[in-house]
């Protein structure tokens, strides 16, 4: 499943692609065991990936048999820093928020600003994307989300240890919160696409 999802890296539309397994699940309602985490250059982009022929049978064939559930989000990264490609070694922290419905319309704003100021707060990070999910319909009720890039587990486990500014930070958005999602993973090494 891995080796056919990560050679979808070599369609037309996929700026970044890697299929990796959760190094740590933090806290989550899903007992998931796999990512996949992709960049396009534009929406379009994204929706001509989901209906290649080629993403479609590795669906199809490598994915659906062997899993259970699947989820996703996707967000528009605003003001991108850094590369799109995370360098191979690279940990990446993926958080998913869902609102409670009574805070969700006027929350959103505040939670997204929140999130946006973490990485001048924590030198552990060197990229930092959060936005708001376009595809509602595959994302269990998971209406914000966000990636940050460390250079390797190390520094996750280092930012870990801050538990009492990052708790802080938490605290900010934590009232608004229903549901919260967190895992880790490790970019894989670049492997050769075959399709």
Avoid at 3 to 11: D, F, G, I, K, T
Avoid at 38 to 43: D, M
Wanted: overall charge negative; proline content about 7%.
């Amino acid at each position: 499943m891995l080796s056919s999802l990560n050679a979808l890296v070599s369609l037309d539309p996929v700026l970044h692609l890697s299929a990796a397994p959760i190094h740590r699940l933090k806290s989550s309602p899903f007992p998931f065991t796999h990512l996949l985490h992709s960049r396009y250059a534009s929406k379009d982009d994204l929706k001509a990936y989901a209906v290649h022929p080629s993403h479609v049978t590795t669906v199809k064939e490598c994915v659906l048999p062997v899993c259970e559930d699947v989820m996703a989000v996707d967000w528009i990264a605003q003001d991108l820093q850094g590369p799109v490609v995370p360098p191979p070694g690279s940990a990446v922290r993926l958080s998913f928020l869902k609102l409670k419905e009574s805070s969700a319309a006027e929350a959103k704003g505040e939670i997204l600003g929140v999130i946006g100021e973490v990485k001048d707060k924590f030198e552990e990070i060197q990229q930092l994307t959060v936005g708001e999910n376009f595809s509602p319909e595959r994302a269990k009720g998971y209406s914000i989300a966000s990636l940050a890039v460390f250079p390797g587990v190390g520094e996750i486990d280092s930012l870990d240890a801050k538990g009492e500014m990052v708790n802080s930070e938490k605290d900010k958005v934590r009232e608004h919160l229903e549901s919260v999602i967190v895992l880790d993973y490790v970019v894989p090494s670049s492997q050769p696409a075959n399709l």
